[in-house]
């Protein structure tokens, strides 16, 4: 597609929901109050959006104008994308206050000594999350405006949540940002989502369990009245979901990926136990909210007792990645 | 009985299922109310039942490959698109010499409908054309009728000549391999075809029941997938890898939590298929237990991980590279591999779900 102001302008309001684009707008600060107030007549969505192509093109909108615009969109609806976690390790100076500017200069000035026609722009929201916009180009091309790669760093953290980064300029922005934030190592960490503050509150360990000690005593109680058996019963299920999510809202994550090689196991058929190599399987869980799901499983008695220790991690290791493999003996003999 | 051996090979004792298996297989449940009913009733319903009763076992005919039998183009048609099942009730008066006038009839029928302002999501001034067709080599025993392919072109009503029709709905009903019992009991003059699939606008498929239900007095049905067929579909598409080679067999279940959770089991082909052949015996036939067995020690390998039954949810879509079946009855086919034998199961789910 070849790029115009115009097209890039139309591409980002069309990505932006109706019923936000008026504070969205506001945010920009690029149309006049008059103009903003003009909008009013404008009812439905397109016809919205055409007035307001029109009104910027009005007033000789720019590529830097329009950048600003989506980065003010992604910022609001951060929940539209794909959220990677990455983890720096081994500071190079303990430096306690990081100046934002500093780390702005180094980045922007190493990615442009890596590569060429690359448009980089940081801007600080008030939260002091630096969000990093990156539109890759290369030697032949100009910056690509309509595929993004976004980053959000928060200073004094040892983490960078990044959306939509292609698996050749990986390599480019992890340097720049090891070189700017000043460590010797970048990690990926095998969590994604989409709710950016969940995945902060998961990795920062916010978000902590609390330890219901009592559970364990609840379950050799005998009732004879039956009602009162099933309440205690609940109550009893109900100790051990917060023991293990605890109270409260739970982080939003959307799936959970396990890859599992492990050995096929048939107590009573004996069925492949002469299989040496594991049994390859993946398994996802998806939900809307999968740690609300995971701790409602516990209250409604669908897992016997406690979650299984693969799906506490998820909460517990701030991860939503894993491979489980087991340890196969190389000349399996019969257990 | 199907279910309860589908039962019994569930309940096999072991450390996995301490608890009790709470899944409340329909088997049972039409069992007990069978005793509640007059005795005159009683033997009917015995009668019907047995007469429908699914096999325990299924030929799985390798040699009979559909695309030695159907010309390629014709398989083209069914392959690669989004079923959607129904079950019908015999057709009166059906005849497979008349399917010209049907063409006529049906083209006409949907042109007054549009007339008479049925609500059109297709279109207000286009024309439409219907083709009627008859797809040789699908039945496979003498009773089955062929089976008949419907298609719908539409075209603008001010297109410049030359511009070619689009298919925009198309539809077939089949028989395969039905009970002949069944269809030898049925009065002269019915034919039937308990299984019809439509792809297209809901609309459409809406006003070609219509027709078919005032035409030829029959009734239709949407036809659901329950757990054991999606089961055999498992185990039948499982068992192609000796003849073709597929990357992954995939069961999706969700579970009835807060919020729902959907859990997608992908097993990798190589492992799936040893893990059936040690499974499974003869190499003709797949038998109710084999298949039995195969879902059940996949849902033990998950319940050994992940200490969650599976069996509290609901199986709710089979898929492999060579074909995807879903519970709310839609199947899409992606290679002619066992069709014969994905068709008698679903003719014969077909046969069950048809109220007498």
């Known amino acids: 597609m070849e790029y115009t102001v115009a097209k890039f302008l139309q591409k980002t309001l069309n990505k932006i929901p109706v019923s936000g684009l008026r504070r969205i707008l506001e945010e920009w600060d690029f149309l006049s109050p008059a103009q903003l107030r003009s909008l009013d007549s404008a009812k439905y969505g397109p016809a919205l959006r055409l007035k307001v192509l029109a009104l910027c093109e009005e007033n000789h909108v720019q590529t830097k104008h329009v950048i600003e615009l989506d980065m003010i969109y992604n910022h609001a609806y951060s929940t539209k994308r794909n959220w990677s976690v990455f983890q720096f390790y081994e500071q190079q100076e303990l430096t306690y206050t990081m100046k934002v500017t500093e780390f702005v200069e180094q980045f922007t000035a190493n990615l442009k000594q890596l590569t060429s026609h690359v448009s980089v722009v940081i801007k600080q929201f008030e939260d002091d999350a630096l969000l990093i916009r990156v539109a890759w180009g290369d030697n032949f091309k100009r910056p690509n405006h309509f595929f993004p790669t976004y980053a959000v760093y928060h200073p004094h953290s040892p983490y960078v949540f990044i959306s939509h980064l292609g698996i050749k300029q990986r390599p480019l922005l992890l340097q720049a940002l090891l070189i700017a934030a000043k460590y010797t190592d970048i990690k990926e960490i095998q969590l994604k989502g989409r709710c950016l503050k969940s995945l902060r509150d998961l990795v920062m360990r916010h978000f902590k369990p609390i330890p219901c000690p009592k559970a364990s005593q609840e379950i050799s109680a005998s009732h004879p009245n039956i009602t009162n058996e099933h309440a205690k019963h609940q109550a009893y299920l109900k100790l051990v979901a917060d023991d293990a999510f605890g109270e409260g809202t739970l982080p939003l994550l959307e799936t959970a990926v396990f890859k599992l090689e492990t050995k096929f196991k048939d107590p009573v058929n004996r069925i492949l136990e002469n299989k040496t190599d594991p049994f390859r399987c993946v398994i996802k869980f998806s939900s809307p909210n999968l740690l609300e799901s995971l701790k409602s499983s516990v209250e409604l008695g669908i897992v016997n007792g406690a979650l299984s220790p693969l799906l506490t991690s998820i909460s517990l290791k701030a991860r939503n990645h894993f491979v489980i493999k087991e340890r196969m003996p190389t000349n399996a003999p019969g257990p | ?356």
Request: net charge neutral.
């Open chain 2, 1 to 356: 009985m199907f279910f309860f051996t589908c039962l019994s090979a569930r309940d096999v004792p072991g450390d996995l299922h301490s608890t009790p298996n709470i899944s409340n297989p329909n088997g049972y449940a039409s069992g007990n109310l069978e005793t509640g009913l007059p005795s005159s009733r009683k033997y009917a319903s015995f009668r019907r039942f047995s007469l429908h009763k699914p096999p325990s076992s299924r030929e799985i005919n390798k040699a009979n490959n559909l695309s030695q039998k159907i010309e390629p183009e014709q398989i083209s048609l069914l392959i690669g698109k989004d079923w959607h099942l129904h079950y019908v009730t015999p057709l009166y008066k059906f005849s497979h010499s008349a399917i010209r006038s049907y063409s006529r009839q049906l083209s006409a029928f949907i042109a007054a409908e549009k007339q008479k302002g049925v609500p059109f999501d297709m279109g207000s001034d286009n024309i439409f054309r219907v083709n009627f067709s008859i797809i040789l080599g699908i039945a496979e025993k003498e009773g089955d009728s062929e089976a008949v392919f419907i298609q719908i072109y539409t075209k603008q009503f001010f297109a410049i000549q030359g511009t070619t029709e689009n298919v925009i709905w198309s539809g077939w009903l089949a028989c395969v391999n039905c009970n002949t019992e069944y269809i030898s009991s049925l009065p002269p003059r019915f034919t039937y075809f308990p299984l019809f699939c439509s792809n297209g606008p809901e609309t459409m498929t809406a006003i070609v029941r219509t027709w078919f239900q005032k035409t030829f007095d029959c009734n239709f049905g949407n036809l659901s997938i329950n757990y054991s067929n999606l089961s055999w579909l498992a185990a039948i598409w499982t068992d192609c890898k000796q003849t073709v080679d597929f990357k992954y067999l995939k069961l999706s279940w969700t579970l009835p939590l807060r919020p729902p959770l959907d859990v997608t089991y992908t097993i990798n082909s190589e492992d799936g298929w040893e893990l059936w052949n040690s499974i499974h015996k003869e190499n003709d036939q797949i038998t109710l237990e084999e298949m039995g067995q195969f879902m059940y020690v996949l849902e033990s390998h998950f319940f050994r991980h992940f200490k969650v039954h599976l069996t509290f949810g609901e199986l709710i879509e089979v898929s492999t590279s060579l074909g995807v079946v879903q519970k709310n009855g839609r199947i899409k086919f992606l290679s002619g591999e066992r069709m014969t034998a994905i068709l008698t199961l679903l003719t014969e789910n077909a046969v069950l779900m048809m109220p007498v």
